[in-house]
């Protein structure tokens, strides 16, 4: 299978612990996008990589939140002492280029469920 | 206003109907239009996307764009119940610009 991949794709923790979700894109994309999802909602745009360069972060994205690609391959998003507002879909889309054109592929996602 | 607003449904139409979705976005300057389709649980799946004014056609699912009025709809043609599922609008500002996703319409097909 060559699309995108997500790990793990449920997770479940306490309150104020860190949590560390994994990206793997489709191998010639060379933008990767990180969402987060609730329930009745849309994805939300968390932030951007083109290759290795992490271009864009949301004004949403608290200092909790880090993300890393490191060789512009595989991608992880950080969660430092997590919320219960946490609870989301995260979500991780990959694509070709970076021009208006490209079209965006999504992975399973990862259910984060905070106690 | 909201960058992108869609219905949130649901949206109930009868086995072999047309169902007729529809988006409209803020940003004139707007180049790209997506639909993806999410069954509950599952992450976004890519129906099709347009660019230009006018219709595209792609089996059973026509995607029309009106940039004046700022306006994109979807159309699934001989509607059947594995197409209940949550339709999402993506608009994509231009290059180096991310996707926006409207909330949703959630669509059931009734057998």
């Known amino acids: 299978d060559t699309g995108v991949s997500q790990n793990p794709r449920h997770k479940i923790t306490k309150r104020g612990q860190n949590v560390t979700f994994r990206c793997d894109p489709i191998s010639e994309h060379n933008r990767l996008y990180w969402y987060r999802q609730t329930l009745g909602q849309g994805p939300e745009f968390l932030t951007y990589?083109?290759?290795?360069?992490?271009?864009?972060k949301s004004r949403l994205l608290s200092d909790r939140f880090s993300a890393e690609r490191p060789k512009g391959s595989f991608s992880t998003l950080e969660i430092q002492r997590t919320e219960q507002g946490d609870s989301a879909m995260y979500l991780c889309?990959?694509?070709?280029?970076?021009?208006?054109?490209?079209?965006?592929?999504f992975g399973p996602g990862t259910r984060l469920t905070v106690t | 206003q909201k960058e992108v607003e869609q219905n949130s449904g649901p949206l109930s139409v009868p086995e072999g109907a047309i169902a007729s979705l529809n988006c409209t976005y803020s940003?004139?300057?707007?180049?790209?239009f997506f639909w993806y389709r999410q069954y509950s649980g599952k992450s976004p799946e890519l129906i099709m996307f347009i660019y230009s004014n006018g219709d595209k056609e792609d089996g059973r699912f026509t995607a029309q764009l009106n940039k004046a009025s700022q306006y994109v709809s979807l159309l699934i043609r001989d509607s059947q119940p594995s197409d209940s599922a949550t339709y999402l609008c993506?608009?994509?500002?231009?290059?180096?610009?991310?996707?926006?996703f409207g909330p949703g319409t959630r669509l059931s097909v009734l057998p």
């Open positions: 940003d004139r300057g707007s180049q790209s």
């Open positions: 889309a990959s694509s070709l280029g970076a021009g208006s054109l490209y079209e965006q592929y």
């Open positions: 993506a608009v994509n500002k231009g290059y180096g610009q991310n996707f926006v």
């Open positions: 990589f083109q290759n290795e360069a992490q271009l864009e």
